[in-house]
């Protein structure tokens, strides 16, 4: 029996039917829609805003919230499954999923009342309202206790003032979800964009996720209603609660990023004649390419374990560190491999590597960096708190 070597441990086998369907049905989208436009998306700097409406026909927005909001109802293996084939395409393809759904639609959901989840959750799934998330300040991301925008509470209302920095769909949000300091700890609002005194500027000069939008935003005495406030959570916990959503997804993501660079060189490595052989046959490039795909099975078992924890309920935050961390590392390590294996060709956009490599180190970055994570696992064996 031949395996497969993409999936050396047939780890798809142990997914359901419904899995498998969504799997497919997303690698369908990624190889039909995205793959023939991404190369010069990224070339262009430019999120393709065109896709969006066929990312929500196929429920990838807000995909496990329940179906009476407009949503999908679907599973967190599925979550991942969607998260893994879209970042094959293109982190920046994932990120504005992972945003819209795990940041800005999760917190609506869990923290909200059933009024603004009636007035968000189903635009959004639509895809007509797109969110952004406010927590990264321009002083430092990696320690959001530290923030300085605050909401003071005028009459009925709160005002907002301050700064956010690396904001994804910064430029392209009908709402922010922005979190602020307040008498009462750390508290979140939904923003308008349009709300006076709030603005959005584009990032640009980026070498990483180049397709996809990431923006600066400034809240200048942002005036909005009380109904604009997420009761349901106070303290840090309520952005970290958010981010084990979106890190969740982004232990599948890159695993997607991986084997399109893999399957990219493994097949130039076969095609590829020097010294009268395939590069392939050497034992130097056998060993890059045996050393990826142990990477990427062991990455596939860690998701798909973590996986069955979250739908089992028993997911905790520590062990999403664990698996961010591992699964980016391999990522970006495998996409500087595969790209030195396509040695000069490598360093052009018409290969996926170089495209994945330069978004990985924002993957690596964002989402708490590789040291954050590496800290929260330090913290959790030793039950000491380095931070
Ligand atoms: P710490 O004392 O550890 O925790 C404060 C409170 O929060 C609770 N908590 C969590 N809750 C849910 N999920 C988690 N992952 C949690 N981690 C902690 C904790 O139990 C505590 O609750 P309570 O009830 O006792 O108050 O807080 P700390 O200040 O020591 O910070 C710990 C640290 C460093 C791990 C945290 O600050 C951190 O994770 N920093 C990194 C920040 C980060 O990841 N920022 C990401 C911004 S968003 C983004 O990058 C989007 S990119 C998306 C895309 O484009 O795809
Ligand atoms: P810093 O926190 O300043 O870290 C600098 C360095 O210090 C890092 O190497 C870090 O690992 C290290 N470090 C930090 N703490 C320690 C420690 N205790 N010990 C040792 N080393 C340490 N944020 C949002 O809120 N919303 C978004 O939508 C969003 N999208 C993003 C999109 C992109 C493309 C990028 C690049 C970032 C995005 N971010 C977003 C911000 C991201 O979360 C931050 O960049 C990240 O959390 C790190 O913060 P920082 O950049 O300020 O780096």
Redesign the pocket.
Same mark, same amino acid.
């Given at each position: 029996m031949s395996l497969s070597p993409t999936d050396l441990f047939d780890v798809r086998s142990l997914l359901s039917d419904e899995e498998r369907m969504v799997q497919d049905t997303v690698a369908r989208f990624t190889d039909e829609k995205v793959l023939p436009i991404i190369g010069d998306c990224f070339d262009q700097a430019r999120f393709p805003k065109e896709l969006v409406p066929e990312i929500a026909a196929l429920g990838l927005l807000g995909s496990s919230l329940p179906e009476e909001y407009g949503c999908a109802g679907m599973s967190g293996v599925q979550y991942g499954l969607i998260c893994q084939e879209l970042e094959r395409g293109d982190s920046g393809i994932r +990120?504005f999923v992972s #945003?819209q759904s795990s940041?800005c639609m999760y917190p609506i959901f869990q923290y909200g009342t059933e009024e603004q989840r009636r007035q968000w959750l189903p635009a959004m799934a639509a895809g007509e309202v797109i969110g952004? %998330?406010?927590?990264?300040e321009p002083h430092?991301? +990696?320690?959001p206790a530290n923030m300085k925008t605050h909401a003071r509470k005028d009459g009925g209302d709160w005002v907002l003032n301050g700064a !956010?920095?690396?904001? =994804?769909?910064g430029n392209l949000a009908k709402i922010a979800i922005v979190w602020a300091q307040t008498e009462d700890g750390i508290q979140g609002f939904i923003v308008p964009t349009d709300t006076p005194g709030f603005s959005a500027q584009e990032i640009h000069r !980026?070498m @990483?996720?180049r397709a @996809?939008v =990431?923006s600066a935003l400034f809240l200048d005495g942002v005036r909005v209603p009380e109904s604009a406030r997420l009761p349901g959570v106070k303290g840090l916990k309520g952005p970290l609660g958010c981010l084990t959503q979106a890190r969740y997804g982004i232990t599948w993501g890159p695993i997607g990023a991986a084997i399109a660079c893999y399957a990219e060189a493994l097949g130039y490595a076969k095609e590829r004649i020097l010294f009268g052989r395939p590069i392939a046959a050497t034992q130097a490039v056998q060993l890059k390419l045996a050393e990826m795909a142990r990477r990427i099975t062991l990455a596939q078992l860690l998701v798909l374990q973590l996986g069955r924890l979250k739908d089992a309920g028993r997911m905790q935050p520590s062990q999403v560190s664990l698996a961010k961390w591992n699964n980016c590392r391999m990522a970006i390590d495998i996409a500087r491999e595969a790209r030195d294996i396509l040695g000069g060709a490598g360093i052009s956009t018409e290969y996926a590597p170089i495209r994945h490599q330069l978004n990985l180190e +924002?993957v690596i970055?964002?989402?708490? =960096?590789? =040291? #954050?994570h590496q800290?929260v696992v330090g913290r959790e064996v030793t039950g000491i708190n380095? %931070?």
């Open positions: +990120s #945003v940041l952004c %998330f406010g927590l990264t430092g991301g +990696s320690d !956010k920095m690396w904001i =994804t769909n !980026k @990483s996720l @996809s =990431t +924002s970055t964002y989402e708490g =960096t590789e =040291t #954050v800290l380095a %931070f």
